[in-house]
């Protein structure tokens, strides 16, 4: 069964940085892609960031490259939200998600096959 599990959330003050760790269980990466999400209390859901199991391709959501950086290590089975510069905007609950279309569809579409429970981040002085 496929399993995405984020970690790494927390409390953190304006321009400070974290990076997020999602674990994946149950599928290949090479035939996925993992995205990640954000939605702040009140607000719709944002996409941040997706990367392509198969060849390590990246993509952003609208605003969001540049203090957002995704990577993966495959042998580990893990896929990484690294963010610099944080904003109290940045405030939500992260969530990341897997599916078995592109990037750009599942960026644009947030239709994801499974997603994890997501972790809080908290910007403020």
């Known amino acids: 069964q496929a399993r995405v599990t984020e970690s790494g959330g927390g409390f953190v003050q304006p321009g400070g940085s974290l990076r997020l760790s999602c674990a994946t269980s149950?599928?290949?990466?090479?035939?996925?892609?993992i995205a990640w999400f954000r939605q702040a209390p009140g607000k719709e859901r944002e996409a941040i960031s997706c990367?392509?199991?198969?060849?390590?391709?990246?993509y952003y959501g609208d605003g969001m490259r540049g203090r957002f950086t995704i990577s993966m290590d495959k042998a580990k089975n893990m896929v990484y939200l690294q963010m610099n510069t944080l904003e109290p905007e940045d405030t939500a609950v992260y969530y990341c998600?897997?599916?078995?279309?592109?990037?750009?569809?599942?960026?644009?579409?947030?239709?994801?096959?499974?997603w994890g429970q997501g972790t809080q981040v908290t910007v403020s002085s």
């Open positions: 998600a897997v599916d078995g279309l592109g990037c750009i569809a599942s960026l644009r579409t947030q239709q994801m096959d499974y």
């Open positions: 149950g599928f290949t990466l090479d035939y996925k892609v």
């Open positions: 990367i392509a199991g198969s060849d390590g391709a990246t």
